[in-house]
């Protein structure tokens, strides 16, 4: 019997139960629906959480303007990551001295377009590093040619 498994990064507390999926091996409107929601809410709840900042918090954490700050998200030396209402929120731990030298390279080996994928890859417990996140890993001195090799294999 086939059944449908669908693996996240987002995955949530508040997210549904698709373990009793049909025999169908595609996902029914109202599974992707409820998939689309649990990724949303949890966007949204990662928004909101203690360590994001805005740009101006930023800039004055990194002692430089706004303006520079939005150029190092858009060339992804920074995370940033597209608040609903205007602007980016920027995860405050990102701007650490050993976290801080690796991000534009991580963005690299990922392939990423977004700040999200760069916050989720560092953000999710990876097998690799025995359940360890890669930021986590990088904070208690996991060099950061392993966190990028883990990186470049994850894009591939």
């Given at each position: 019997?086939?059944?449908?498994?669908?693996?996240?990064?987002?995955?949530?507390?508040?997210?549904p139960?698709?373990?009793q999926?049909?025999?169908d091996?595609?996902?029914?409107a109202?599974?992707?629906?409820?998939?689309?929601?649990?990724?949303?809410q949890?966007?949204r709840?990662r928004?909101?959480a203690?360590?994001?900042?805005?740009?101006?918090?930023a800039?004055?954490?990194?002692g430089?303007?706004?303006?520079t700050?939005?150029?190092?998200?858009?060339?992804?030396?920074?995370i940033?990551?597209?608040?609903?209402?205007r602007?980016?929120?920027l995860?405050?731990w990102q701007?650490?001295?050993?976290?801080w030298p690796?991000?534009?390279p991580?963005a690299?080996?990922l392939g990423a377009?977004?700040?999200?994928q760069?916050?989720?890859?560092?953000?999710t417990?990876?097998?690799?590093?025995?359940?360890q996140?890669?930021?986590?890993?990088?904070e208690?001195?996991?060099p950061?040619?392993?966190?990028?090799?883990?990186?470049?294999?994850e894009a591939?």
């Amino acid at each position: 019997m086939n059944t449908l498994s669908i693996s996240s990064p987002f995955t949530h507390r508040n997210a549904p139960d698709l373990s009793q999926a049909s025999p169908d091996p595609y996902a029914t409107a109202a599974q992707s629906a409820a998939v689309l929601r649990s990724g949303a809410q949890y966007r949204r709840e990662r928004m909101e959480a203690d360590d994001m900042i805005t740009t101006d918090d930023a800039a004055l954490l990194a002692g430089a303007s706004r303006v520079t700050i939005n150029a190092w998200i858009k060339s992804r030396r920074c995370i940033g990551v597209s608040h609903l209402r205007r602007g980016f929120k920027l995860p405050r731990w990102q701007f650490e001295p050993n976290l801080w030298p690796i991000l534009q390279p991580l963005a690299s080996a990922l392939g990423a377009s977004d700040g999200w994928q760069v916050l989720t890859f560092l953000e999710t417990p990876a097998s690799a590093l025995d359940g360890q996140t890669p930021r986590a890993a990088l904070e208690q001195g996991v060099p950061a040619k392993h966190i990028l090799a883990l990186a470049t294999a994850e894009a591939h």
